[in-house]
């Protein structure tokens, strides 16, 4: 999902400059590699930098940016940050006329003559933006019929909250005008409801699902046959007190009520504010989600089984199969847009310090996930990685790394460097005070050079680079360890 798209072209442009300078960190990039990079020629650059420029100067949070030339070729934006983009970025959409276009929709039944009207642009303008929108949809298999937004709810929905989302953060509340007095007066109660239990992002995910909900049902497009289970999920750390007032705002029937109030518990289960959730529910994606999260439970259970000889803890496997279902129901019924760039070469970390889940996921992912684009066969690896880390202890698993600490200083500075080293706890260090047969690391500030075992002698205290070399040799000795 490229939520850019919403943007006017010469917009998208802008973003895609800022987003590489930034990702590059101050760097003196060649233009023609930015050239190379968004496909276009130097003098389309050099606008594209004039107009950043100047938009940096309409806001007072980018006022002492400017994006710098030096000797004709070399660009850099020194202090450009994400928080930055971020301001510019909702400035673009919000002059976007596809944007505008979509939100109007999103609230009610919209004409190219009233679109036209309200916006003040020519009728000829009004017609190519529908039918640009219309392009951009048709990848969501939406269209724009009678001056609607048609196709399955759950992903016109689904494709609003990550547009208002992604660009707003907690900038501002966008179309509060638009509400009556009681809307207006829950939304404003919402946030201090959920202030105390809730970290501020998942407080703007709640709120931004729900403003989403709001004019939707709203413009009387409710959900139809989303989840006919008869048991209503429930959120701990949303108050049921706050759901069900939010569906007194509508005039909705017991059927449709029950439909929008489970859709909004499963989204609470996919964002982890809630652990409660139905063994089985009848819905064809959900039923998917239960069959992708089985299949790949069964090959992590025996690719560890077979390679280490390990039977996994019955809770450390359920409470794992648990974090992936979460995923896999996100990804499927809830997903969202990867906005960074992110590349194979920035998972070789993972495959350095957690070589045994890079290596399963690598496999699993060449034989069973081969339908998704690049960056969401990344993204979703990223996700996969995160769950196995946080649910299932390394030392499960991994190979153990044992280093002999002893500094000539005394037991106490020992002590201190045995509890800096244990700091690498990603890598399953058992830490000795002798040396013994199993012994694969002697740190010291002496020399012993007929050891048996890898060396690393250090002065006192160990400077940065010394913690830096030492990483590097628990990589290598990690890897020689999976040879064996």
Known sequence: MNIYQFLDHSEQQKTYLLRFLESHHAEYLPSQKIMDFLSISNFKLQRLIDEINEDFQEHPETKKLQIKIENKHFIYCPNLTEKDISYLKLAYLEKSYLFLLLQELMIQPTSIYSFSDNFYISKTKAYNVQQELIQILAAFNLTIKGGKLVGDEIIIRNLLYNIYYNFYHGIKEPLIEHMDDRAKQYFSKLKTELSSNLPVTQRLKIFFFLFVNFFRIQAEEPLVDFISSETVLVSETVPEETINNFFTLFDLSDESSFQEVNYANLFFYAEKMTDQLPAELPHANLKKVKKNTTQLMKHFNSFFNDKYQVQLEKHYFAKTETEIYRINLKWEIFPTPVNSFISENQLSYFSEVYPEYYQFLTNYFEKNIKTIDLINKIALMYDYLFAFIISFPIGEISSKIYICVDF???????????????????????????????????????LMPNLQCETVVWKEPPSHADWQLLGDLLVKIRRSSEVK
Not at 425 to 440: F, H, P, R
């Open 408 to 446: 000539s200083r005394g037991a106490n500075y020992s002590e201190y460097i045995k509890n800096n080293v244990l700091r690498f706890k990603s890598m399953n260090i058992i830490i000795q005070t002798t040396l013994t047969e199993d012994t694969q690391l002697f740190i010291s500030d002496f």
